[in-house]
RNA sequence: GCGCCUGUAGCUCAGUGGAUAGAGCGUCGGCCUCCGGAGCCGAAAGCGUAGGUUCGAUUCCUAUCAGGCGUACCA
C-alpha cells in the first residue's frame, strides 16, 4: 500500500475504533456504521484529511452531526496515542478534520524515493487479464484525427491499467472482410483501368482519396498491366490484397510514429475462414434465439433487452458485420481475457447495447464488455468546419499531423480531454501556436530539474543515501505543496484506470509541473545548506521520476534537455 | 419521433453529493545580481433554464431549451 491509502486505511480504523466506544458507552446509538469516506480536503486549512462519518451517522443516532463529531472525536486516541496524527478539529457541517505532523509528509517522501521508479504503480488490479481494443480502423486508407484521438486515449488507458496492476493486452481488429472491402476493390479496380487509359466511371459510394491512386500506381509500377485480361472478380481480389497490405503497413508504421504498439493484429477475415461467424448463427439457434424471415437469419433481440431482432445472415447468405463482431469478442473471452473494454468512435454507439446483449445470450456477462464512446474530433482550419470522411478523401491524416506538431504534442493533445467531450481541433492552431501546448509546459519542469541534477553532479554534490536525509527540512510552503501532490499519484493512476479516463494523468501532471515551477521560484536548490540542499534535490528527483511517470503513461517523452 | 453524449470564465476544457468551483489561452498589472523567463506572483470574469430528492446538488432524478452523433439485410 502507498503512503495516502496506508494513512487513510488507518484513520478509517481509528474512527471505527472510536465509534465503538461511543456506542459501548452508551453515547452514541447505530445499528450499523455507514460507509464513510476520508478525503483529502479541497482546502489545505481543512486539514490533511476529512472524514464525513458524522453526517452520515446523523440520522441514525438522531442527532445533530457536530454533536457526533464532538463524541467521536472525544473517544479518538484514549487508548493509544495517536503517531501522525497531530491534531483533529470538528468544522463545517460536521466533518472531522485531521492535521497530520509535519514529518508525516517528509515520510512520505522517503517512501516514494525508495521506491524509485516503481512509485506510483500497484497491485490494484490483481493481475485481472483485461484486453484493450481501439483504433481498429478500415485498412482501405490511412488514419485520421479520429484514429488519432483513440489511438491516443486507447493505449494511455492501457498503459495506465498496467502500473494499476491489470495484465493488459492491446489489439487492433482488421476489417479485411464484408461489403466495404467489396466496395473497395471496385476503387481499385475502376482506378486501375483509369491509370492505364480506360473510361471507366468510377462508383458513386466509392473511395475518392487519393491515395488509392497512389497504392494503384505502385502496383502498375511493379506488376505492369497484366491485370487488364484477368477476370474483374479475380482482379479485384488480387488489387484487394495488395492494397490491403500496402495499407495496412502504413497503419501500422504511422502507429508506431505516434508511439502505439499492439500485443494482437487480429483479422476478421480468419472468422470467416474458421467457420466462426457460422457458429454464431448455431449458437443462437441452440440457444432458441434464431428466427427466420424473409429469407434472412435473425438474432431474436428483442428477447434480449432489445428494441428490435437484428439481421445475422443477409438474404444473399451473406453475414452481417454485427455477426462477425459477435464472433470476434466471443473469441476474446475464449482467449481468457475476463474483461474486454473498446474504444469506439461515438458513430457506433447504437452497436453497443446490441453487442452487449448479443454476448449476454451466449452467456458471457454484458458487464465485462465496457464500450469506451469517444465523441468525435471536429477539424476546423481557417475558422471552417472541415468534413472528414474517407470516401470523400477529405482528411487529414495521423501522419500529416505528425508532421506538423509532433508525437509529444498531439498524444498529450489528445488525451487531455476526457473521451466524452467533443473536440474541436484547430489545425491553425495547432500548426502555428503549437508552442503554446501544455505539454511543453509539463516538459520544461522535467528538462529543468535534470539540468538542476547535471549541475549538482558537475559540482561534485552526489545525492547521499536516503536514509541519512533530513526531510523534515522541507518546511517552505511551495516544498510542502509539491511534497503532497507527489504522494497523490498512486492513487491518480488508480482512479485513471477505475475510471478509465487517462485524461486524469493529463491533468494531474499539470498540476504537478506548475507546484514544481513555483517551487523553483521560491527556493533554490544548489548553493544552500548542505544537508538542505540533500533534501532539496531528493524531492527534485522525486518530481522528476513523478513526472516522467505520467508522461510515459500519456506516450510522451521526458527530455533532459530541450 | 426515439436513443446516446455534451452544455461550467471571452475562448478551449478540468472538477466533486459536501466547507471559498479550477487550469491553459486571451485581457490587465507586477517579477530577470542568482540553479533553464518555454518560468513565477497578482487582478477581472462562470455551473443553459425550471422543478424535485437530500442535513447539503454545479454533481443524482424529471422536464425543458441548445449543440453533436445514432436510429440499415453499411461498418
Redesign the pocket.
Given at each position: 500500500m502507498n503512503w495516502l491509502a496506508e494513512t487513510r486505511f488507518y484513520l478509517k480504523q481509528d474512527l471505527q475504533a472510536a465509534a465503538e466506544a461511543a456506542r459501548s458507552a452508551g453515547l452514541l446509538n447505530f445499528e450499523e456504521l455507514p460507509d464513510f469516506v476520508i478525503e483529502r480536503?479541497?482546502?489545505k486549512?481543512?486539514g490533511d484529511f476529512?472524514a464525513?462519518l458524522a453526517?452520515?451517522l446523523?440520522?441514525q443516532a438522531k442527532m445533530a452531526?457536530r454533536k457526533i463529531a464532538e463524541l467521536l472525536v472525544a473517544q479518538l486516541y484514549q487508548d493509544k496515542p495517536a503517531v501522525w496524527v497531530e491534531r483533529v478539529e470538528i468544522?463545517?457541517?460536521g466533518?472531522i478534520?485531521f492535521y497530520m505532523k509535519p514529518d508525516w509528509l517528509t515520510s512520505g517522501l522517503a517512501d516514494a524515493a525508495q521506491r524509485g521508479t516503481a512509485f506510483g504503480e500497484s497491485d490494484f488490479g490483481q493481475g485481472e487479464r483485461v484486453n484493450v481494443e481501439f483504433v481498429s480502423a478500415?485498412p482501405t486508407g490511412e488514419l485520421h484525427l479520429g484514429n488519432a484521438r483513440g489511438a491516443a486515449i486507447g493505449d494511455s488507458l492501457a498503459n495506465i491499467m498496467q502500473a494499476a496492476g491489470f495484465a493488459v493486452e492491446r489489439e487492433y481488429y482488421i476489417?479485411d472482410a464484408?461489403?466495404?472491402i467489396e466496395n473497395f476493390g471496385l476503387s481499385l479496380e475502376a482506378r486501375y483501368l483509369q491509370q492505364l487509359g480506360q473510361e471507366v466511371e468510377f462508383p458513386e459510394d466509392g473511395y475518392h482519396g487519393e491515395d488509392i491512386v497512389e497504392t494503384v500506381k505502385n502496383y502498375i509500377e511493379t506488376e505492369g498491366d497484366k491485370l487488364l485480361t484477368v477476370q474483374p472478380d479475380l482482379r479485384r481480389e488480387i488489387l484487394t490484397r495488395f492494397a490491403l497490405q500496402k495499407k495496412l503497413d502504413a497503419i501500422r508504421t504511422a502507429l508506431l510514429h505516434y508511439g502505439v504498439e499492439y500485443d494482437t493484429w487480429f483479422s476478421e477475415q480468419t472468422l470467416h475462414d474458421s467457420g466462426a461467424v457460422k457458429q454464431v448463427v448455431t449458437d443462437y439457434k441452440d440457444a432458441g434465439l434464431l428466427l427466420e424471415q424473409?429469407?434472412?437469419l435473425w438474432f431474436a433481440a428483442d428477447k434480449c433487452g432489445c428494441d428490435k431482432p437484428e439481421?445475422l445472415v443477409?438474404?444473399?447468405g451473406i453475414p452481417?458485420?454485427?455477426t462477425a463482431d459477435i464472433a470476434y469478442h466471443k473469441n476474446k473471452f475464449e482467449r481468457g481475457f475476463s474483461r474486454l473494454i473498446n474504444i469506439w468512435g461515438?458513430?457506433?454507439?447504437?452497436?453497443v447495447a446490441r453487442l452487449k446483449s448479443a454476448m449476454g445470450a451466449l452467456g458471457y456477462s454484458e458487464d465485462k464488455l465496457e464500450v469506451i464512446?469517444m465523441?468525435?474530433v471536429r477539424l476546423f482550419s481557417n475558422g471552417e468546419i472541415m468534413r472528414m470522411s474517407k470516401r470523400a478523401g477529405t482528411y487529414v491524416t495521423l501522419e500529416e499531423l505528425l508532421e506538423e506538431v509532433g508525437r509529444d504534442a498531439a498524444r498529450f493533445f489528445f488525451v487531455?480531454?476526457?473521451a466524452?467531450?467533443?473536440?474541436?481541433f484547430d489545425l491553425d492552431l495547432a500548426k502555428s501556436q503549437s508552442?503554446?501546448n501544455?505539454v511543453?509546459?509539463v516538459q520544461?519542469a522535467h528538462?529543468?530539474i535534470?539540468?538542476?541534477l547535471m549541475?549538482a553532479a558537475e559540482q561534485g554534490v552526489e545525492l547521499v543515501d536516503l536514509a541519512t536525509v533530513n526531510f523534515a527540512l522541507l518546511v517552505d510552503e511551495t516544498e510542502r505543496d509539491l511534497l503532497r501532490k507527489i504522494l497523490e499519484l498512486p492513487d491518480e493512476i488508480v482512479a485513471a484506470a477505475v475510471q478509465r479516463?487517462p485524461?486524469?494523468i493529463a491533468?494531474y501532471v499539470?498540476d504537478l509541473g506548475?507546484l514544481f515551477?513555483?517551487f523553483?521560484?521560491v527556493?533554490?536548490?544548489?548553493?544552500v545548506d548542505a544537508d538542505l540542499q540533500q533534501a532539496r534535490l531528493w524531492l527534485c528527483r522525486v518530481t522528476a521520476g513523478a513526472v516522467a511517470k505520467c508522461l510515459q503513461l500519456l506516450g510522451v517523452s521526458a527530455p533532459d534537455?530541450?
Open positions: 480536503p479541497r482546502e486549512a481543512h476529512a464525513n453526517m452520515l446523523a440520522r452531526p468544522a463545517g457541517a466533518f478534520n478500415n476489417n464484408g461489403k466495404q424473409e429469407d434472412a439481421v443477409r438474404a444473399n452481417t458485420y454485427y461515438a458513430d457506433h454507439h447504437g452497436h464512446l465523441q468525435l487531455m480531454r476526457s466524452d467531450s467533443q473536440m474541436d508552442m503554446d501544455p511543453y509546459y520544461y528538462a529543468r535534470n539540468s538542476i549541475q479516463a485524461h486524469k491533468a499539470m506548475a515551477h513555483s523553483y521560484a527556493c533554490r536548490v544548489l548553493g534537455k530541450m
